[in-house]
Nanobody, 123 residues
Framework: LVQSVPSGGGSVQSGGSLRLACVDP????????VGWFRQFPGKEREGIAT???????NYDDSVKGRFTISRDNAKGTLYLQMDKLKPEDTAMYLC?????????????????WGQGTQVTVSS
C-alpha cells in the first residue's frame, strides 16, 4: 500500500479539511476489509474507520460525523476525507488492508499497511 502526500503536505488549520489517499497496486483494497488507523507519539496505533467486504463502514466515536472512508475498486484506491479537523487529530495516519471479510480495530490483525502520512492541525 502506498500513501500519497495530501495537498498542503498534510498541514491544515483547525476546522479545515484534508483527503488522504492510499493506492494498492496489488488490488488488495478491492477485496476484503480496508481501514485507516492513526498513531499518536508514544502510543499504539488505533483504528478510526473501516470498510468491510460488504461495504459496511465503521467509525470510532472520535471521528464519527467528521471523517468519511471510501474506496474506488476500479482505481485500487482507498480514501479518508477528514473534515472539521481539530488540533487533537494531529497524528500519523496509516491505511491498512486485509483479505478477511470483516475485521475489528485491532492493528495486529491487519496484514497490509501503508507507510504513513503525518497530519498536523494547527489551532
Amino acid at each position: 500500500l502506498v500513501q500519497s502526500v495530501p495537498s498542503g503536505g498534510g498541514s491544515v488549520q483547525s476546522g479545515g479539511s484534508l483527503r488522504l489517499a492510499c493506492v494498492d497496486p496489488e488490488r488488495n483494497i478491492s477485496r476484503g476489509s480496508v481501514g485507516w488507523f492513526r498513531q499518536f507519539p508514544g502510543k499504539e496505533r488505533e483504528g478510526i474507520a473501516t470498510i468491510d467486504s460488504n461495504d459496511i463502514t465503521n467509525y470510532d466515536d472520535s471521528v464519527k460525523g467528521r471523517f468519511t472512508i471510501s474506496r474506488d475498486n476500479a482505481k485500487g484506491t482507498l480514501y479518508l476525507q477528514m473534515d472539521k479537523l481539530k488540533p487533537e487529530d494531529t497524528a500519523m495516519y496509516l491505511c491498512a488492508a486485509d483479505p478477511s471479510p470483516r475485521i475489528p480495530f485491532r492493528p495486529h490483525l491487519w496484514r497490509y499497511w501503508g507507510q504513513g502520512t503525518q497530519v498536523t492541525v494547527s489551532s
